[in-house]
């Protein structure tokens, strides 16, 4: 059974800087692509960022890129989102997920708990 285990939230003040881990577990894990997603009160789930099995391919959705950095290590079954620059709209519950290629949150199989980040103005 695949289990997913985040965890570095916390809260920040703007333009500080979080780094959020993923710990994965379970069969075949290193064949799926990574994500993290996040959710902001009153919206809906939306992509973050994702990264291909191997590693050599990484997606972000336009508001974090060049402020957001994500990474894994396949041997250790990890995921990292270093998030520098931070901004109040970053401010949500932060997701990672292993799933299919996509910016889709239905395409992701498996989810984590979730980790609570706020950044103050």
């Known amino acids: 059974q695949v289990q997913l285990v985040e965890s570095g939230g916390g809260s920040v003040q703007a333009g500080g800087s979080l780094r959020l881990a993923c710990a994965a577990s379970?069969?075949?894990?290193?064949?799926?692509?990574m994500g993290w997603f996040r959710q902001a009160p009153g919206k809906d789930r939306e992509f973050v960022a994702r990264?291909?099995?191997?590693?050599?391919?990484?997606i972000y959705t336009d508001s974090v890129k060049g402020r957001f950095t994500i990474s894994r290590d396949g041997a250790k079954n990890t995921g990292d989102l270093q998030m520098n620059v931070l901004k109040p709209d970053d401010t949500a519950d932060y997701y990672c997920a292993l799933g299919s290629w996509s910016d889709q949150s239905t395409e992701y199989r498996y989810w984590g708990q979730g980790t609570q980040d706020t950044v103050s103005s």
């Open positions: 379970g069969p075949t894990v290193s064949y799926y692509t």
């Open positions: 990264i291909s099995p191997n590693g050599d391919q990484k």
